[in-house]
């Protein structure tokens, strides 16, 4: 063994070692995370005397010949429907992760936030939205919630990363992708735990240079290594380049003896969906079918593959959305071309996920390597383009039109191209849920997720219907880095974890980690929901929602077709009590204001979406029996 | 972007673009002449063309007249359609060059000034492609289409219809079948997006000539010409692009009883500049001039064009009604 290996391996002991100490004894305000990296350093640096130390003690010499902790990887898709990938039913061609999850588990309860920031910030910290600083979208901070800790747009400094946790743990911690979670230099991934680290800042544009969507903030902001970008690197699109990054970031330090967390935040799909040219025709006419034949098939596949249970209905296709049967063929097609290029973007992802898995692989670490690989939230359904830069006369428009005017379908793709698939598409992507990102709907914040590695004792493939939540992921990785929470962090008392670690259920002790009591809540842009059991209660503007409570047995009904809540008001009372203790407990504030807020102004009237009516636009053309037709008399 | 936008704009641009044009026969052709339209669309072409020279504009076999000057205005017009054949994009058309020339020409020793006008002999053009996407049939294969690397077989046919006086060496008509078999080559050049799209173009082509018997009381006899036209063409806007033109002749040795002249090997350059006008109408404008011109027996030529294409779709045409009611 080499001097340094055998340095670094009493660096990871001792460092877990001093952690739990640390949890145990409570004496966490010296910065317990700080006091380890200084001890591993020293001894980092004299080698010799680690080498000393490890032969001459047995205890410590011992435990460096234990197992290696696992290496973990967080594969995070932006915006990556349920049902996109071949492992949850889609059609779209994923061998990469459809390889994890038959080398791993699937899980069909799992949960996240509706939206980008507030998943990302639970994810990394383990705590609620409402508390982490992510109580809101930045970009939607209300009038009344200017100020109020826990809405400051940012990951505040009121929680622990995980990746700072782990680092303390004697884990080499790595980010590549998109961030979003805080601009400033407090706030960046350098400084929230990641010692190296490629990154997208902001909350999305261009995949090929630094060009942002507003005129306002008109360039993307990148890190590298906790330094600002002043230009991207040569050849960079951004799936490629993270992927590049984050195994350069591996190779760094591999062979050092210290397992790697890397979090790898990938920007696609999210749209615009820009692709290389080699990608963009895989599925050319594939969805010309339209919309509800590719649900309708996508949720066959589930049922056959035990995803969803048999007798799941699909949603209601969204009110203003057309039957794609009655739209002429051109108008599917291109229609059909923007999910076309959507699904090139997923296979994209999965063949750099691909080559992420291949090297770790090649370098011997895939069989010692937890992957996790989810979508943040649902499906992007919304013109988000349209909403920044849709108004002519409008300075967005006018940045438009010079930065983002590649209309062209052929152009699609293309740097200066701003592509989404629409609300059409993003049911699709979330097959069978009802709704899609930004609203709590199941198709807004149920994703698919996929756990493999060495902590999975599961069997290879299986499914599983517990419920999950996103925050979940801060426990669950604390304990399989050997490390614990602590009640402290640079002086400050942290707040409680919201989630549960998933150890005993992927050790396959038990089948799910909540009990029937346990219960979830979301709150985003004034919509609220409550899960409990089979239950879940859900409160929407309208016209997604009533503007009143609703309840739904999401077991039975995954689409949230049967709004059940006047047939139960105890169910209704119950947990309606629920949301007030989650709000009591969590400080949250409703926003004044958001972007729903004038949405029932903008669409047409909801009306129920019964197949086949009217029959006047369906009946097709009347042939008579050939033995009676005749020309006319002279 | 609305749909409707988007699918006019989609068949508007390919029927404005110069592939309805019919040939021009007694010339080289513009870039673009052979992209590809969604079937059963119309055009009709309308081109005026200036010429100076040594040779006779009407008379495609370009036989050099020496030490002749000719002045010559053309103008052309034809209708032309495309259809599906065998899955195929194909396309039918017919035009007919009329106009006047005149100049000097060589009688009995002598240079005598003579002049004519009238209509040309009409013709006949098919053209089928063989190598590169399919027949747009229909509007999303308007949207799916690319040129790639597409190559076609072209066949034209004048029949000796045009005005023709046996007792001069100068007419518009030919008085002899003639026609050309070509194939034409369209290579994209990166991406195919308006505003964006190169292409690097050829048509190599034998023009075939039949005998005129009566050439003021003589055969003229034409040996086969080769031809092999060049274009790099680029937008410079979604409506407006630019082309880089070269010809190239060969052969075509002419003999009057017997008596042959020199066979052509000429090299000409051009350039032209289209703009899309409208949904419906497509302009262009271009010179030409022959290279390495000096000598007596070379040919001269150069010309100014000007073409107007008109084309039209009953599905185009219908999109436009309706949104007009809007």
Redesign the interface.
Same mark, same amino acid.
């Given at each position: 063994m080499k001097m340094e290996q055998v340095s670094a391996n009493c660096h990871a002991v001792l460092n877990e070692k001093n952690l739990v100490c640390d949890a145990n004894s409570g004496l966490t305000n010296l910065g317990g995370g700080v006091v380890i990296d200084k001890l591993g350093g020293l001894l980092g640096a004299l080698g010799v005397l680690g080498m000393i130390i490890a032969l001459a003690v047995p205890a410590i010499g011992m435990a460096a010949d234990a197992p290696r902790r696992p290496n973990i990887v967080i594969i995070l898709g932006d915006d990556l429907g349920f049902a996109d990938t071949g492992a949850f039913g889609g059609e779209i061609r994923t061998p990469n992760i459809d390889a994890l999850a038959n080398n791993g588990v699937r899980f069909t309860n799992f949960y996240t936030h509706a939206s980008c920031s507030p998943t990302r910030s639970m994810l990394l910290s383990g705590v609620d939205t409402h508390v982490n600083g992510l109580g809101n979208m930045d970009e939607w901070t209300a009038p009344n919630q200017r100020g109020v800790p826990g809405y400051e747009g940012y990951l505040n400094n009121q929680v622990v990363t995980l990746p700072q946790l782990l680092k303390a743990a004697g884990y080499h911690t790595y980010m590549a992708g998109k961030w979003h979670l805080g601009k400033a230099p407090d706030q960046i991934p350098a400084a929230r735990g990641f010692e190296r680290d490629f990154t997208l800042l902001d909350g999305g544009g261009s995949y090929w240079d630094m060009k942002n969507v507003t005129a306002a903030s008109p360039r993307l902001v990148f890190t590298e290594d906790g330094r600002y970008l002043t230009r991207l690197p040569k050849d960079y699109y951004a799936t490629k380049t993270y992927t590049d990054k984050v195994i350069s970031f591996i190779d760094a330090n591999h062979g050092d003896g210290k397992p790697f967390f890397a979090y790898v935040s990938h920007q696609a799909p999210h749209d615009p969906y820009h692709l290389p +040219?080699e990608w963009r025709n895989r599925h050319?006419?594939a969805y $010309?079918q339209g919309w509800d034949a590719v649900r309708q098939a996508r949720l066959k596949r589930q049922v056959e593959l035990g995803i969803m249970p048999k007798g799941t209905e699909l949603a209601e296709r969204m009110w203003f959305i057309p039957d794609p049967v009655v739209l /002429? &063929?051109?108008? +599917? /097609?291109?229609?059909g071309?923007k999910m076309e290029l959507y699904a090139g973007m997923v296979e994209n992802m999965d063949h750099h996920i691909g080559r992420l898995i291949d090297h770790l692989k090649r370098i011997g670490e895939y069989d010692n390597t937890i992957f996790v690989v989810f979508g943040d939230n649902g499906a992007e359904g919304t013109d988000l383009f349209n909403m920044i830069a849709g108004t002519p006369g409008t300075r967005d428009f006018l940045f438009a039109a010079i930065n983002w005017s590649?209309?062209? &379908?052929? /152009?699609w793709g $293309?740097p200066g191209s701003f592509v989404g698939y629409g609300p059409m598409w993003a049911q699709v992507s979330m097959t069978p849920f009802s709704q899609y990102k930004g609203w709590l709907a199941e198709g807004g914040i149920r994703n698919a997720l996929v756990v493999s590695g060495p902590a999975v004792k599961r069997a290879k493939g299986s499914l599983n219907h517990g419920l999950m939540h996103v925050g979940d992921l801060m426990p669950t990785l604390l304990e399989v880095a050997g490390a614990s929470y602590p009640k402290a962090h640079q002086g400050r008392e942290l707040p409680p974890l919201i989630g549960k670690s998933w150890m005993s259920m992927l050790s396959g002790k038990v089948d799910s980690i909540r009990t029937e009591k346990d219960y979830l809540a979301w709150e985003v842009f004034g919509n609220r929901a409550v899960r409990q059991g089979d239950w879940k209660l859900r409160w929407q503007f309208k016209p997604y929602g009533k503007g009143e409570w609703e309840l739904f047995n999401v077991a039975k009904d995954p689409a949230e077709r049967q709004d059940v809540a006047a047939q139960n008001p105890g169910k209704v009372k119950t947990m309606t009590a629920l949301w007030d203790d989650y709000v009591k407990t969590n400080n949250v504030i409703l926003p004044s204001r958001g972007p729903f807020e004038t949405l029932e102004d903008q669409l047409p009237t909801r009306v129920p979406v019964d197949t086949g009516f009217p029959p006047l636009i369906y009946k097709r053309q009347y042939v008579p029996p050939k033995e009676l037709m005749a020309d006319p008399k002279p | 972007m609305r749909i409707d936008v988007w699918l006019r704009r989609a068949v508007t641009v390919a029927l404005a673009m110069g592939a309805l044009c019919p040939p021009l026969a007694l010339a080289q052709v513009p870039a673009r002449f052979y992209w590809k339209t969604l079937s059963d669309a119309n055009a009709v072409p309308l081109i005026y063309q200036s010429v100076s020279g040594n040779t006779n504009p009407f008379d495609p076999s370009h036989r050099v007249t020496s030490g002749a000057n000719f002045d010559a205005t053309l103008a052309m017009a034809g209708y032309a359609r495309t259809f599906t054949l065998l899955d195929r994009s194909a396309m039918a058309a017919v035009i007919v060059p009329m106009g006047r020339i005149s100049g000097a020409v060589n009688v009995g020793g002598n240079s005598v000034t003579q002049a004519a006008s009238g209509f040309g002999d009409p013709m006949l053009e098919f053209n089928i492609n063989l190598l590169g996407p399919r027949a747009q049939k229909n509007l999303p294969d308007v949207l799916r289409y690319e040129p790639g690397f597409s190559v076609d077989l072209l066949a034209d046919l004048a029949l000796p219809a045009g005005e023709y006086d046996s007792s001069r060496q100068l007419n518009i008509g030919q008085n002899r079948w003639y026609g050309r078999l070509g194939m034409p080559v369209v290579w994209q050049l990166g991406a195919w997006v308006p505003g964006r799209r190169t292409t690097l173009e050829f048509l190599p082509a034998v023009w075939l000539f039949g005998t005129n018997d009566d050439y003021v009381g003589q055969t003229l006899k034409t040996d086969p010409l080769f031809q092999l036209d060049a274009h790099l063409s680029r937008d410079f806007t979604e409506r407006a692009w630019g082309s880089l033109d070269v010809a190239w002749y060969s052969g075509g040795k002419s003999s009057i009883n017997g008596v042959s002249g020199e066979k052509l090997d000429n090299l000409g350059f051009g350039f032209t500049f289209g703009y899309q006008i409208n949904d419906n109408l497509n302009f262009t404008f271009g010179y030409k001039s022959t290279l390495s011109d000096e000598a007596p027996d070379d040919l001269r030529m150069d010309s100014f064009m000007v073409t107007l294409v008109f084309g039209w779709h009953p599905l185009l045409e219908g999109v436009r009604r309706l949104h007009s009611e809007k």
């Open positions: +040219r050319v006419g $010309d /002429a &063929p051109a108008s +599917r /097609a291109i229609l071309k590649q209309t062209s &379908p052929n /152009a $293309d | -």
